[in-house]
């Protein structure tokens, strides 16, 4: 067994990661990600975050273990949100560092930045499994990064939608995105949202971009954006009225503002409807507070190198 010091570890690139991962194939390991964490398998701290003040920006440490699964690691990601404006770049960056769980000997590398953008996608698209009404017709999409397409992507893998709205702060960015997917960009949010079955928030505003007068009885929201303690895309009313499910109570009550700022009542974990200890409310307004969970990277890596590794041997 190599030591430390005579260890040389690889790196995994994101164009990499991109050619083995695949939506169908996440959307089971978040399912397996939420199970596991829901019942007590998962050593996950709520995640530690460093204000940088200068760029507005924040950086995020994120380790988690699954003894279960044989995973260990941990996610370094920072979320710049002037990054494209500014320079271009993508506002969401980072690494994975996979360590053995019998050595604590770290064994790869990875890119962190397509792994967080197809995981919470598959996340989210678990969620709209458990808990949207039968038969999603219409998925309104506010936002048009990064998210909006994979979200776009991830949920097209379970849905055939007859219509797609987006909504972009600049409308422009809007009709970009609605020209690649085939969708009606909208002017407003709120034409954007009337009648949608699925509705999925992913942007950095700090204000409510969607009301609740504005949405149909019944609609499931993936909110996905806001994960500081007092930013929140969502209208408390809406908030307070839906049933609030969470990837975890313990994040969610630490850095939602979603639910610190409108008081919501969090009726459940996403693992504790998998695993059938609390309802799927499908039949009423549901909202899954999406913040994002070291363990949905961690599977996600784990993935990756079963993936690549064997594509490697082979
Ligand atoms: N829950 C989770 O696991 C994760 C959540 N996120 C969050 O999802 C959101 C979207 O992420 P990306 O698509 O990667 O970012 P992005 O930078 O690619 O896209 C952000 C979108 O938000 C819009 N936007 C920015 N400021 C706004 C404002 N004040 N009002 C309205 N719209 C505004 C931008 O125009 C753009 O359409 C962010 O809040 C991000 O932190 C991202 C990764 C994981
Ligand atoms: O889970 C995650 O990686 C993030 N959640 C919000 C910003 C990044």
New binding site residues.
């Given amino acids: 067994m190599l030591k430390m010091a005579e260890v040389s570890i690889p790196y995994l690139s994101g164009a990499k990661i991109k050619e083995v991962l695949d939506y169908d194939e996440l959307i089971s390991v978040m399912e397996n990600a939420f199970v596991k964490y829901s019942s007590g398998k998962v050593v996950q701290p709520v995640r530690t975050v460093v204000k940088v003040e200068k760029a507005e920006g924040f950086l ?1 440490l ?1 380790p988690a273990l699954c003894e279960d699964e044989d995973a260990l690691a941990v ?1 370094l ?1 920072t ?1 710049y949100q002037h990054n494209q404006e500014k320079y271009g770049l993508p506002t ?1 960056n980072g690494i994975v560092v996979v360590f053995s769980v019998d050595t604590g000997i770290p064994k790869v590398i990875m890119d962190g930045e397509v792994i ?1 953008t197809m995981r ?1 996608a598959a996340a989210s698209a678990v969620a709209s499994k458990y808990l949207c009404a039968p038969n999603p017709r219409k998925l309104a999409i506010l936002g048009s990064g990064v998210q909006a397409r994979s979200h776009f992507k991830a949920l097209s893998t379970l849905y055939k939608f007859e219509q797609v709205t987006v909504w972009s702060r600049t409308f422009n960015n809007a009709q970009l995105l609605a020209g690649e997917i085939n969708a009606t960009a909208c002017e407003t949010a709120e034409e954007a949202v009337k009648d949608a079955d699925i509705i999925v928030t992913v942007t950095f505003s700090s204000k409510p971009i969607v009301q609740k007068t504005w949405v149909k009885p019944g609609c499931h929201i993936n909110a996905v954006g806001s ?1 500081r303690p007092d930013w929140h895309e969502i209208d408390p009313e809406l908030m307070r009225s839906a049933t609030v499910y969470v990837d975890s109570r313990a994040g969610a009550e630490k850095e939602s503002g979603d639910i610190i700022l409108s008081e919501a009542k969090v009726y459940a974990e996403l693992g504790e409807v998998i695993l059938g200890t609390k309802d799927a409310n499908r039949d009423k307004t549901t909202v899954f507070k999406s ?2 969970m070291a363990i949905e990277d961690v599977l996600s890596a784990k993935l990756v190198c079963d993936l690549l590794l064997k594509t490697k041997k082979s």
């Fill in positions: 995020g994120m996610k990601v979320f969401h967080t919470t994960c913040l994002g």
